[in-house]
């Protein structure tokens, strides 16, 4: 899943008309809820830990709510299988320049987007062999020069082993799917660039010609100026 949401994955923009991006803007922080972070307080703790499992990434929710669990490490926890697990941290902050928190437009005001993948969850999937999926983008058809610039975060672009293995929401209760933004700081003006971006990995398929949302996502960006 990419956010912020485009019809049809098209992130079609005029950077000096603010009209054109700002819904980008609006999806952004409404998936990453900055909202939460005001009224935390007054919420139940169940209704609090339902919110953080369906995103709450603001920094202070997860340091009250989940665990700093050490990177590079699968997060295994024994027990019950009806026992609440505890959740490793995702904070907004590790997006970094897409975090919104530094730049409020996400790179949009000036033709630097950002985009948000999030995968899919799977109860009890590891990345194999203990490599993490990684993230990758491209140009999908054309030249490949029309991106010459893209930044990650977290800087190594992929899905760190600490927030696997996914137990179930009914006992993940404060699960917070991990994150990799794509910062596209430097993409040809003016036209549109199809983009392909793979998970890649041992064991992730991400090539079936007739199915574009399998291991990767296929969007268009077309940022004039």
């Not at 299988?81 to 949009?108: H, I, M, V, W």
Request: glycine share 6%.
């Amino acid at each position: 899943m990419i956010r912020p949401f485009a019809h049809s994955l098209n992130f079609n923009f005029n950077v000096s008309e603010p009209d054109t991006w700002q819904h980008y803007v609006i999806s952004l922080n409404g998936f990453l809820q900055e909202c939460l972070q005001a009224i935390a307080d007054t919420l139940p703790e169940s209704l609090l830990r339902k919110s953080l499992q369906e995103a709450g990434y603001n920094d202070s929710l997860q340091e009250e709510m989940n665990v700093d669990c050490p990177p590079g490490q699968y997060f295994i926890q024994d027990g019950d299988e009806d026992e609440d697990k505890k959740a490793c941290q995702f904070k907004r902050s590790f997006l970094k320049n897409c975090s919104g928190l530094e730049d409020p437009t996400f790179g949009y005001s000036t033709g630097q987007p950002c985009i948000l993948l999030k995968m899919n969850r799977i109860v009890g999937f590891r990345p194999e062999l203990g490599d993490p999926v990684k993230v990758s983008c491209k140009v999908q058809r054309g030249d490949e020069n029309d991106i010459r610039s893209i930044r990650y975060y977290p800087e190594s672009a992929s899905f760190d082993l600490r927030y696997y293995p996914y137990y179930g929401k009914l006992t993940h209760v404060n699960y917070t799917s991990p994150l990799v933004a794509m910062h596209f700081t430097d993409v040809v003006k003016n036209q549109a660039v199809p983009v392909q971006c793979q998970l890649k990995g041992k064991g992730i398929i991400n090539d079936v010609i007739n199915d574009r949302f399998v291991g990767r996502v296929i969007f268009t960006l077309k940022i004039e100026t």
